[in-house]
């Protein structure tokens, strides 16, 4: 089990002295950079990468809040001319798995048909999974909690959406899975046994403290434990990011990863 590291790529090189494995950086944050920034930003990746440290394999935060995904502003043109710039850029980075999140750009606006609105994300998430498949990415869609936006808040409605995101497409049509945040998990009191037989779909992990988002700590393995050891039973073979909020960033993220080897340690049993 690969462990990573949630935040800005200006943490790159702090990550790999702190010894994670990876790091998952911010998809809008990197289409917004100007060329000579992302140039700058490869180079540091390219520099950074060894044996023991992928770079930026990860990235999360896909789409901006303003790109409206569903409602009456949806515009799939306006998506597409996003990926076209943003996907070659993780591509030259090595991103293998996108998180497809975005609470703000995809919140259904109020007063919509929430049936619209579902129709309207499986079709951006449909394109978003095609286009990324070109540069061998694939995506993961995330779960959030009610506090942060109006649909997928549980893994369940989310398999769900895959599912209806796949229905009648060619078999060999790239589909997004599951991107799991075990914060959101537990912030929707969503029971692990529940959501067990779905791991099979999940591409990507979240973790961070269940109540406060913090970092985890010793706390938090047994429950860590029964995750990794639910996605081992499951074949899994994706990554494990801690995300985060930090008081202090390069204190959390030392503190932190020794709680996450302790619980990926299952996978050797």
């Given at each position: 089990m690969k462990l990573g590291l949630c935040g800005s790529t200006d943490n790159l090189r702090l990550a790999k002295a702190i010894?994670?494995?990876?790091?998952e950086g911010s998809a809008s944050a990197i289409a917004a950079m100007t060329e000579e920034d992302f140039a700058a930003l490869a180079a540091e990746n390219d520099a950074v990468r060894?044996?023991?440290?992928?770079?930026?394999?990860?990235c999360n935060g896909l789409f901006p809040g303003d790109l409206a995904l569903v409602g009456p502003n949806a515009d799939l043109a306006r998506v597409q001319a996003y990926l076209d710039k943003l996907l070659p850029r993780l591509e030259r980075l090595g991103v293998e798995t996108i998180v497809f999140g975005s609470g703000g750009a995809r919140k259904c606006p109020e007063g919509f048909d929430e049936k619209t609105a579902w129709e309207q994300l499986v079709n951006v998430a449909?394109?978003?999974?095609?286009e990324a498949a070109k540069y061998g990415i694939r995506v993961?869609?995330?779960?959030?909690?009610?506090?942060e936006t109006n649909n997928?808040?549980?893994?369940?409605?989310?398999?769900a959406f895959t599912k209806d995101a796949a229905a009648g497409r060619a078999a060999d049509a790239p589909v997004p899975g599951i991107t799991m945040d075990t914060f959101h998990v537990t912030k929707?009191?969503?029971?692990?046994?529940?959501?067990?037989?779905?791991f099979g779909a999940v591409y990507h992990c979240h973790t961070a403290h269940p109540i406060s988002r913090a970092i985890v700590t010793m706390e938090d393995l047994p429950y860590l434990c029964a995750v990794m050891g639910g996605l081992m039973a499951a074949g899994y073979t994706g990554r494990f990011s801690l995300e985060a909020a930090f008081r202090d960033y390069a204190a959390g993220a030392a503190a932190a990863l020794p709680v996450l080897r302790a619980a990926a340690a299952v996978w050797e049993l």
């Open positions: 010894g994670y494995d990876y790091f060894d044996d023991a440290f992928e770079g930026v394999k990860v449909r394109l978003v999974a095609d993961g869609m995330e779960h959030l909690n009610t506090g997928l808040n549980t893994v369940a409605e989310t398999y929707e009191n969503e029971p692990l046994a529940k959501i067990l037989p779905l």
